[in-house]
C-alpha cells in the first residue's frame, strides 16, 4: 500500500517568516494530494489540495508543489501570522475514497 | 455550512465494554469514513461506507465494526473495547472535488475516547 512521510514533525518560526512542510509518497499511481490543518479541538479542514498533473498551485500566502519523479510534494505557507499555528497533515490519493496521511506537522508561529 | 457532529467529544469506558461512537452528517454525503488519530501516526482509515448499508474496512479494522441504516448517520461500534483502543476518533464525510479526480473530506470535531 501507499506510504506518506511527512517532515518535519515540529515547526517553529517568528511570525512573517515562511514555513515549509515536506512530504514524501511511495505509490507512483497516487494522483491526488491533499492538505489538511487542524487547529486545536477541532477537525482537520482542507485548505489546498494538488493533481498528478499539476506541479504548482496557489492559494494567497498558500501554495503547494509537487514533483511526481521524485514522489514528493510541499506545501509553503508565506507571511505567517499566529493564526496559522496548528497541526498540518499531508496526504495521498489513488482511488476516490482511501487516503493515506502523513503523520503531521505541528506549526508554531511567535509572535 | 458543511456539518459533521460526533455525538461526544470525551468518552471514557472501561475495558471490555461495548462502545457506540456516533456521527451525523448534514449535506446529504455517500461517502462517510471513521479515522483513529494518534501522535505520530497522523489518521489512519478504520472503515469507510459509501452507501446505506454498505461498508469496507479500511486499514486498521481489527477490533471495531460499523453501522449505517441511514445516510446521514455513520456509527462506530467497539465491542470490547481495550486500552490500546485510547485514541482520537474522527468522523468524515466527503464530496468529489472533481469527478475521478479527488474527494474534499469534512471531518467532525473528534472523539478522545480512554479506555481505563
Known amino acids: 500500500g501507499e506510504n506518506v512521510e511527512q517532515h518535519p514533525s515540529t515547526l517553529s518560526v517568528q511570525e512573517g517568516d515562511s514555513a515549509v512542510i515536506k512530504c514524501t509518497y511511495s505509490d507512483s499511481a497516487s494522483n491526488y494530494f491533499p492538505w489538511y490543518k487542524q487547529e486545536l479541538g477541532k477537525g482537520p479542514q482542507l485548505i489546498i489540495d494538488i493533481r498528478s498533473n499539476v506541479g504548482e498551485k496557489k492559494d494567497q500566502r498558500i501554495a503547494v508543489t509537487l514533483n511526481k519523479t521524485a514522489k514528493h510534494f510541499s506545501l509553503h505557507i508565506t507571511e505567517t501570522q499566529p493564526e496559522d499555528s496548528a497541526v498540518y497533515f499531508c496526504a495521498a490519493s489513488k482511488a476516490f475514497n482511501k487516503f493515506y496521511f502523513g503523520s503531521g506537522t505541528k506549526l508554531n508561529v511567535k509572535p | 455550512d458543511v456539518k459533521v457532529t460526533q455525538s461526544s467529544r470525551y468518552l471514557v469506558k472501561r475495558t471490555g465494554e461495548k462502545v457506540f461512537l456516533e456521527c451525523v452528517q448534514d449535506?446529504?454525503?455517500?461517502?462517510m469514513f471513521w479515522y483513529r488519530q494518534d501522535p505520530g501516526l497522523g489518521l489512519r482509515l478504520i472503515y469507510f461506507s459509501y452507501d446505506v448499508k454498505m461498508k469496507e474496512k479500511g486499514d486498521i479494522p481489527e477490533g471495531y465494526s460499523v453501522s449505517r441504516e441511514k445516510k446521514e448517520r455513520f456509527s462506530l461500534i467497539l465491542e470490547s473495547a481495550s486500552t490500546n483502543q485510547t485514541s482520537m476518533y474522527l468522523c468524515?464525510?466527503?464530496?468529489?472535488?472533481?469527478?475521478?479526480?479527488?474527494?474534499?473530506?469534512?471531518f467532525g470535531s473528534g472523539t478522545q475516547l480512554s479506555v481505563l
Open positions: 449535506m446529504d454525503h455517500e461517502n
Open positions: 468524515a464525510s466527503s464530496t468529489p472535488v472533481l469527478v475521478g479526480l479527488g474527494e474534499k473530506l469534512f
